[in-house]
């Protein structure tokens, strides 16, 4: 009763729909008026045929006639009264059933289902939610990261404007709250007091009055704001953000730090305690064509191979695994340790030649300006000629043309090239790249972005060596703040994250637990006794209060808590 009544209310409080239930009343009285004028004639020709009937009956016939019923227990026999029938039997067709009906549905119920959904989106979190994610905006980000916020058991409230599309979204599964996003009402009702963080992630002027409208409710409350722009960073930072990130130039970076070019060497992706986590292209070095024991990296410089990427696969580091021109280890040590091995690498050149960008936008031209910074040449491919010109100034040669144009990717360097990097926003196009670019040079290494992760799988087999989403990238660096952890993103698809040690697993060894053999994780160290141990050997006995820390995908997680939790 109590929500009828809100309806009611939502319902009558609108102008439009004011104006629409006038209009749905004057529709009845004219129609009224039609069958009581159709009823007087009716009666007038009845008596001009020498028959009389009731008022009630000349209402009964004119209905009957209208709504195209015709019992045909009253009829006309003269001429006039036949071409009056005619008359009220078209009247009839047109008002009550086209004008009626469409009348009825446009200004009563396509509003009273508005107003129903409307209500169905919440406008407030209840009262006793604390320590949960405010995100002020649904998008692609947000899609991957409401997947580990599920993962994590982290809650969660999506704000959406408008009550129509919140309602779709609430129907979906999601956490939706709807409000006017530049109101601080609307986060009151969010309680951001409480709140762990807000994630202001629209576009940089709406994320602007996002961040001035939550610091007037709470000064204190942790607040990230994605900027689509460098120049936005400053004013965001002005406006109280705590955290800024620039995806799009951090994606571009992510990229160039994949390419296989000049010298040999590592490149880092990120950090665990005093671990630094790297990646060694083993392409043109003595390291092809051996196995990981063969290597003895661990002997000769403490660096130890964890685990190997393979064309978009990740496989654990087994001592017999034999490594290939395509193969990248992903590789653990100090910094010491990985100076050490990059300056074993660095008598080895792998390729001289210029890399190849595909793509001159934000995320290309910050691929192109990483690799200068890193003294790697690079050639950028762009068909429009604006712009070509914006990205002439972060790289060595811009060839305008289209990067399908076989002549374009030959005037690139394609047959030479050590990498190519592939930086468009269509999917579809950096499928078909990835598989034309593979065919013409079958040794280069293609690292590309994907817009949706269901293709993820689509580009490894087109030929990509590796892979990274806008998305992964952002869902990676809000959790990264979230648990105060430095971002690490090893690749689509995979996280390094930690989990208490479950009982099952009490009193086992690394090797008696056959957490890799079973789930495909990867154990990269555990925490216990107020030390970690990095690169734990197999021999290793969990003890009581231990935590692992594995690296891996989300459904080897999933698999790793129904096997031993």
Sequence with gaps: MKFISAQISYYLSDRTVRQNVRSLIRLLVFLFLVITVFAVLFHFIMLYEGRQHSWVTGFYWVLTVMSTLGFGDITFESDLGRVFSILVLITGVLLLLIVLPFAFIRYFYAPWLEAQIHLRAPRSVPEDVSGHIIVCSYETVVEELTERFKDEDIPYFILEPDPVRAAQLRDSGLSIVTGDIDSPDTYRALRVNDARLVLANSVDTVNTSITLTVREVSPDVPLVAIAGSDASVDVLEL??????LPLKRWLGEQLANRVAASHAQSHVVGHYRDLQIAELPVRHTPLAGKTIRETR????????????????????????????????????????????????????????????????????????????????????????PAVAAKAAAVCDRVIEGDAADHDVLE????????????????????????????RLNPDLRIVSRVSHERNVESIH???????????????????????????????????????????????????????????????????????????????????????????GGPEQRHEFAEIYH
Aim: hydrophobic share 45%; charged share 20%.
């Design 411 to 438: 005037k690139a360097g394609l047959d030479v090239a050590p990498s190519l990097i592939i930086t468009t926003h269509d999917d579809a196009v950096n499928i078909f790249l990835s598989s034309y670019c593979r």
């Design 239 to 244: 406006s109280g953000a705590t955290h800024v």
């Design 297 to 384: 990296l661990r002997e000769i410089t403490g660096v130890s191979i964890i685990a190997v990427w393979e064309r978009g696969r990740l496989h654990p580091a087994r001592p017999d695994l034999l490594l290939t021109d395509q193969s990248v280890p992903i590789v653990t040590g100090t910094a010491d340790q990985l100076d050490g091995l990059d300056e074993l690498l660095l008598i080895y050149d792998y390729n001289p030649n210029p890399v190849i960008v595909i793509g001159g936008g934000k995320v290309g031209r910050a691929t192109a300006r990483a690799l200068r910074e890193k003294e790697i040449p690079v050639n950028l491919i762009e068909r429009d």
């Design 461 to 551: 087999r087109a030929g990509a060596d590796f892979v990274l989403s806008y998305a992964t990238l952002g869902a990676a660096s809000v959790m990264a703040i979230l648990h105060g952890k430095q971002l690490m993103v090893l690749g689509e698809g995979f996280d390094l994250f930690s989990v208490p040690l479950p009982a099952s697993l009490k009193g086992k060894t690394l090797a008696e637990s056959a957490i890799g053999s079973r789930t495909g994780l990867i154990v990269l160290g555990i925490q216990q006794n107020g030390t970690f141990i990095g690169n734990p050997p197999a021999h290793t006995r969990f003890l009581p209060g231990a935590e692992l820390v594995l690296l």
